[in-house]
C-alpha cells in the first residue's frame, strides 16, 4: 500500500478523535487487574527479555482475523439498517466505506490476559508445556502514545461504543 500525505490539520482532527474515542473507551468503571498476563512462546519470552518490549501485531494480520473483522462487520450492519444517525455529516454510503477500507488499518494489538487461569490460553500458548506467561504490571504499559483497552464482548456494548465513535465524529 501506498503512504498518503496527510495535511497537518487532518493529522490533528484524527490524533483529537483518537483521542476523544480512548479516553470514552477507558471511562470503564471496573478498576483494572493489579496485574496483566502475556502469553507466548519461549521465543517470545528471550524476545521480551532481550528487547525489553512487547511487540504488537498488526491487528488485520491476527491468527484470528474474524476478531477485527466482525467490529467492522457490526458497524456496517449498523450503517446499512440507519441505526446510527449523524447531524452533520451524511452516513450513505459508510457500509461500503468501511467495508473497502478494513483492510487498510495500521492499527497495531498486544493481547494482554487479567486472569493467568485461563485454560484456552494455555491450549494456544502453552505449547505442550514449552508456553509462558510474562505478568505486567498494567501502569508500566500505558506509555504515551500506548494505551490499554478492554475488548467489549457484550453486543449491546459494542452498539454503543460504534455510535459513541460516530457521535464523536459527528460533534
Request: net charge positive; hydrophobic share 40%.
Amino acid at each position: 500500500m501506498a503512504s498518503r500525505a496527510v495535511s497537518s490539520r487532518w493529522q490533528r482532527a484524527a490524533t483529537s478523535l483518537i483521542e476523544r474515542v480512548g479516553k470514552q473507551a477507558a471511562s470503564s468503571t471496573e478498576p483494572r487487574p493489579e496485574r496483566l498476563y502475556h502469553f507466548t512462546d519461549c521465543a517470545g519470552l528471550i524476545g521480551i527479555f532481550e528487547k525489553r518490549t512487547v511487540w504488537a501485531s498488526l491487528a488485520t494480520s491476527l491468527n484470528d482475523p474474524s476478531e477485527v473483522r466482525y467490529g467492522l462487520d457490526l458497524a456496517c450492519d449498523l450503517f446499512r439498517k440507519g441505526s446510527i444517525t449523524a447531524t452533520n455529516f451524511s452516513l450513505d454510503g459508510m457500509d461500503k466505506l468501511v467495508a473497502a477500507r478494513a483492510d487498510e488499518s495500521r492499527a497495531y494489538i498486544v493481547s494482554f490476559c487479567g486472569n493467568l487461569n485461563l485454560a484456552g490460553q494455555w491450549l494456544h500458548y502453552g505449547r505442550s508445556g514449552s508456553g509462558v506467561a510474562v505478568g505486567f504490571y498494567p501502569e508500566r504499559l500505558t506509555q504515551p502514545p500506548y494505551d490499554l483497552f478492554r475488548i467489549v464482548y457484550r453486543q449491546d456494548a459494542q452498539v454503543e461504543a460504534i455510535k459513541n465513535i460516530v457521535r464523536t465524529i459527528d460533534d
